[in-house]
């Protein structure tokens, strides 16, 4: 009750309520004990906060509806439904719509028309009255003079139909009579004259009700401040429109400028930062001041532009270009124009160069404004290769948007609600918010697209869910947190028990929990509002070739992502390759691209150590010192594995402090000893369902006890593929092999693993000898 009264108080006192989903919620949560009554008078008081915001809000519009059904004594719910009528009865003389009747028609034409009169005026009359009896209350006691006249005029229309019905009997009696004079045709045409007067009177009353209830339209300016966020955009388009207008009134005067201020801008910013939205804006405002004939934009990009034979993008171009005269062209991801690396088959230089031409020429020049949109630093590159393009933008008309804050995108994710008929509970905002820095990993990242695609995706689960036991008016109006929220996994394969499940590595376990442990507190204190320790997450992998480094890597990515700390949890593995390139300023780029890939995530380097190379020339420097500028750039956003050698590991480390200072966890990987690689040969022959027979087990274990193998894990894998090849070559020897069963293809023996280690140990020999 206490609730209710707040709400009853913030609607006398300020005419609207703060949140209206609440009541819905509200509605929700104790529809098992709230009356009809109860529930209609809460829907009238959120339609009532609707309706001070927007007179014909639909959502209120609908509330009002259910609250009079529920309780038909509710007078708001009542009073509501009679002002309403109003917007029924437009239509109501549609009906009285009769066909052209001529004196030169013969007599059959005239009696089938005359019938379809009678016909038309009975069907109006039957209904008039119930129309008369539902418009009675709110007209006859109504203060607006236009809804007095309308009253008046379906009283009219009532009377005039009736004397045309009975005008319409007169003169299809007297076409079947002996005797037929004009004076009945005359006093039909005159009845029929004042019902299409009453009908264009009516028309007209609506149309001025209409105009007048109209909302007018939205300032440029106005409707830069209605967007959410972008505080410095809309600082920089103010000014802008400021310097317009005084420019606009200088010329009206007679001043005239030498240099005009140039149309052309650059909008920079990640997807669904506001990018079109902003370019339509400015679209709007050069048309309102007179700067460009219309305010249409017209859209378009790479593939529209760019064609696949020569002369062929000229001719886009140009096409595009003359569709945009007189507005705004605007190109989306304009840096692809120019491709790098870009080939003698790739022309979109050629369509750089024509655009430069047409918006200097005599033809086109002055006659529309460009828009160029794109990332910031694709666009920055993009614009410093071209000058003759750069040189038409100036820097003052670069526009950068960031990206909207959670909070902003939550605000934004309600208008979209609201768009569609829907109001967010504040659980709803909450599990949106979440899902939304689940989603925020790297640039790519859709800001507004992604609230958008998440609020459609919460109606379609709300359409989708059969849920009978909810008040149909809230299940088709709230969106709540339960819409919002991915599905609940199950525990199956969870990272900790695939990390239990590894052969080995028993101290390494120990201390991947306790870090685990560590985490998933700090986050659980972060979500609580508690100060929580830095976590320093980057670490540094050694042992030897085959001891599981890349497999604990993946179960890290894993656990980090469970614990909430990573959003995507994947692995990305790179090397030297990956990552150096071989001249100047590629490498920093091939760095930076494959952190990219890796956000979210782990990025694991192998033999990381490989990075450092005593050559002067060598761009491995180049990388670690990215690395570096990459981790501090993302912070909490990436993890950095690196795997290598104990000793060459430390001297990386050693070579840059600022490496050093970020990685503080160190995990070592011990060889395994012979029954632990014993128990992955084992594991690794059941995953393909083969089993070693005991004599093999017991020769695996006396070979490798009398002489060390190198290759630890990777040894023992590739010492069972090469005993399935040897098996399978024993069983195709033998003469029923069609007769063989499953126990037979399944087991490899003692002679299959003898061959199978002779072939590696040859192998090996071979190597030695080569090197």
């Given at each position: 009750?206490?609730?209710?009264?707040?709400?009853?108080?913030?609607?006398?006192?300020?005419?609207?309520?703060?949140?209206?989903?609440?009541?819905?919620?509200?509605?929700?949560?104790?529809?098992?004990?709230?009356?009809?009554?109860?529930?209609?008078?809460?829907?009238?008081?959120?339609?009532?906060?609707?309706?001070?915001?927007?007179?014909?809000?639909?959502?209120?519009?609908?509330?009002?509806?259910?609250?009079?059904?529920?309780?038909?004594?509710?007078?708001?719910?009542?009073?509501?439904?009679?002002?309403?009528?109003?917007?029924?009865?437009?239509?109501?003389?549609?009906?009285?719509?009769?066909?052209?009747?001529?004196?030169?028609?013969?007599?059959?034409?005239?009696?089938?028309?005359?019938?379809?009169?009678?016909?038309?005026?009975?069907?109006?009359?039957?209904?008039?009255?119930?129309?008369?009896?539902?418009?009675?209350?709110?007209?006859?006691?109504?203060?607006?003079?236009?809804?007095?006249?309308?009253?008046?005029?379906?009283?009219?229309?009532?009377?005039?139909?009736?004397?045309?019905?009975?005008?319409?009997?007169?003169?299809?009696?007297?076409?079947?009579?002996?005797?037929?004079?004009?004076?009945?045709?005359?006093?039909?045409?005159?009845?029929?004259?004042?019902?299409?007067?009453?009908?264009?009177?009516?028309?007209?009353?609506?149309?001025?009700?209409?105009?007048?209830?109209?909302?007018?339209?939205?300032?440029?300016?106005?409707?830069?401040?209605?967007?959410?966020?972008?505080?410095?955009?809309?600082?920089?388009?103010?000014?802008?429109?400021?310097?317009?207008?005084?420019?606009k009134k200088r010329k009206d005067m007679g001043f005239q400028m030498k240099d005009e201020l140039s149309l052309n801008f650059v909008l920079t910013g990640n997807p669904g930062t506001g990018k079109t939205t902003l370019s339509r804006l400015l679209a709007r405002i050069f048309h309102e001041l007179g700067f460009l004939p219309r305010e249409e934009v017209i859209e378009t990009n790479r593939s529209q532009l760019v064609g696949s034979y020569v002369g062929q993008t000229e001719e886009n171009v140009r096409a595009i270009v003359s569709k945009a005269v007189g507005g705004v062209l605007f190109i989306d991801e304009a840096y692809s124009l120019k491709r790098e690396g870009q080939t003698g088959n790739d022309y979109g230089q050629a369509a750089i160069d024509t655009l430069v031409s047409l918006m200097t020429g005599e033809e086109f020049g002055g006659k529309f404004a460009v828009i160029l949109a794109g990332y910031p630093e694709e666009m920055r590159i993009f614009l410093d290769a071209n000058p003759g393009l750069r040189s038409r933008f100036p820097q003052s008309n670069h526009i950068f948007l960031r990206d909207y804050t959670n909070k902003e995108l939550v605000t934004i994710g309600e208008k979209i609600a609201e768009d569609n008929d829907y109001l967010l509970t504040r659980t709803a905002k909450s599990a949106l918010e979440e899902r939304l820095e689940r989603e925020r990993v790297d640039e790519t990242f859709g800001n507004a697209r992604t609230v958008h695609n998440l609020v459609l995706e919460a109606i379609f689960r709300k359409g989708a869910a059969k849920d009978d036991s909810v008040l149909d008016i809230l299940r088709f109006s709230i969106l709540d947190g339960n819409d919002f929220k991915l599905p609940v996994q199950g525990n199956r394969n969870r990272p900790l028990e695939k990390l239990d499940h590894l052969i080995g590595l028993h101290s390494l376990k120990g201390e991947m929990k306790t870090l685990a442990a560590f985490v998933k507190l700090q986050q659980m204190r972060r979500d609580s509002g508690m100060p929580t320790v830095p976590i320093q997450l980057h670490s540094v992998f050694t042992g030897n070739p085959g001891t599981g480094k890349t497999t604990v890597a993946k179960i890290y990515a894993e656990i980090l992502k469970e614990n909430g700390f990573l959003k995507r949890g994947h692995l990305v593995i790179a090397s030297r390759a990956d990552l150096v390139a071989g001249y100047v300023g590629q490498t920093a780029e091939k760095t930076r691209k494959k952190v990219r890939d890796a956000l979210g995530g782990v990025l694991f380097i192998d033999e990381a150590y490989s990075l450092l190379s005593a050559s002067g020339g060598d761009f491995g420097k180049e990388a670690i010192e990215t690395l570096v500028d990459e981790m501090t750039r993302h912070n909490e956003n990436l993890v950095i594995v690196l795997a290598g050698y104990p000793k060459q590991m430390e001297a990386l480390l050693e070579f840059n402090p600022g490496l050093r200072s970020r990685f503080k966890k160190f995990f070592h990987f011990p060889d395994y000893n012979t029954e632990e690689l014993l128990d992955i040969m084992i594991n690794y022959a059941e995953t393909y369902q083969y089993r070693l027979s005991r004599d093999a087990e017991a020769y695996i274990l006396e070979s490798?006890?009398?002489?060390?193998?190198?290759?630890?894990?990777?040894?023992?894998?590739?010492?069972?593929?090469?005993?399935?090849?040897?098996?399978?070559?024993?069983?195709?020897?033998?003469?029923?092999?069609?007769?063989?069963?499953?126990?037979?293809?399944?087991?490899?023996?003692?002679?299959?693993?003898?061959?199978a280690l002779q072939k590696i140990r040859n192998g090996e020999k071979d190597s030695k000898d080569r090197s």
């Open positions: 009750m206490q609730q209710l009264t707040k709400w009853n108080n913030e609607l006398e006192q300020r005419g609207y309520i703060d949140d209206e989903a609440e009541i819905l919620a509200y509605i929700m949560e104790h529809d098992q004990t709230l009356g009809a009554e109860e529930i209609a008078r809460l829907l009238v008081m959120a339609a009532k906060s609707r309706f001070h915001k927007d007179e014909r809000d639909r959502l209120g519009i609908v509330w009002m509806k259910r609250a009079a059904e529920l309780d038909p004594a509710n007078r708001d719910a009542q009073g509501f439904r009679d002002k309403s009528a109003l917007q029924m009865a437009e239509p109501f003389l549609d009906s009285l719509d009769f066909p052209p009747i001529r004196e030169t028609d013969n007599r059959t034409t005239k009696k089938k028309i005359a019938d379809e009169y009678i016909m038309i005026c009975r069907n109006f009359l039957e209904q008039a009255d119930d129309q008369l009896d539902q418009l009675d209350n709110s007209y006859q006691s109504a203060v607006d003079p236009i809804q007095t006249k309308l009253y008046n005029l379906l009283l009219d229309a009532i009377k005039s139909t009736s004397e045309l019905l009975k005008a319409a009997e007169e003169y299809e009696q007297s076409i079947t009579g002996v005797f037929h004079t004009a004076a009945y045709m005359d006093e039909l045409s005159t009845r029929l004259d004042q019902v299409e007067a009453i009908k264009k009177e009516w028309a007209s009353q609506f149309a001025e009700l209409t105009e007048r209830e109209k909302e007018t339209a939205v300032d440029p300016i106005d409707e830069l401040n209605q967007m959410i966020g972008l505080e410095t955009v809309k600082g920089r388009v103010k000014d802008y429109y400021q310097y317009l207008k005084f420019q490798l006890e009398s002489r060390q193998v190198s290759g630890n894990g990777r040894f023992a894998a590739n010492l069972i593929e090469e005993a399935i090849q040897a098996q399978s070559l024993r069983l195709s020897l033998m003469e029923d092999i069609a007769s063989a069963d499953a126990d037979t293809l399944s087991k490899l023996e003692l002679a299959d693993m003898k061959k």
